[in-house]
């Protein structure tokens, strides 16, 4: 016998392989059942504590030089937009990119991006000059936005 007694050692025998059988299978029942709790919407992020929602309510002056390209398809032409001033020429547009850059560079913020915005209609050209302005201002951070929408 296991466990090398004798018999007088053991007077009732009890055969433990069936319950530890029964035992075995109930862990697996339970470990299969098992269910995790999932934390929907939850996860570890890093995130800066001055922008968004969770920071400054007030965002503060704007921090872009954004110039917005619309085509009017009846006339032919392009429009220009720097930030909501409509812009009559490229001298205007370059007047106002290089004041609001110096400005910028002025406050020790090189980096702010001029952000190209034109619509889908706009010929490349359009787009070259803005680039050119911004290169020939030595604007460091160039963008290109998504597109404005048609029909301004």
């Known amino acids: 016998m296991a466990g090398g007694g004798g018999d007088e050692d053991n007077p009732l025998p009890i055969n433990v392989v069936p319950m530890v059988d029964v035992i075995f ?4 029942f339970f470990m299969c059942s098992f269910k ?3 934390t929907e919407g939850k996860f570890d992020s890093w995130l800066p504590r001055d922008k968004g929602t969770g920071g400054n309510p007030d ?15 009846d006339t032919q032409t392009v429009s220009r937009q720097y930030l909501h001033k409509k812009v009559k020429d490229d001298a205007e547009l370059e007047g106002l990119i290089k004041e609001a850059y110096t400005d910028f560079v002025a ?3 090189p980096d702010i991006p ?7 209609a706009v010929p490349w ?28």
């Open 125 to 152: 050209k359009e787009v070259m000059t803005v680039v050119n302005m911004g290169k020939k201002l030595q604007v460091k951070n160039l963008e290109f936005a998504l597109g404005a929408a048609d029909g301004k």
């Open 114 to 120: 001029l952000i190209i915005d034109g619509a889908a």
């Open 107 to 109: 406050k020790n913020k």
């Open 59 to 73: 965002p503060g002056p704007l921090q872009e030089m954004r110039v917005a390209l619309f085509w009017n398809q």
């Open 25 to 28: 299978c109930l862990c697996v």
């Open 36 to 38: 995790f709790r999932e």
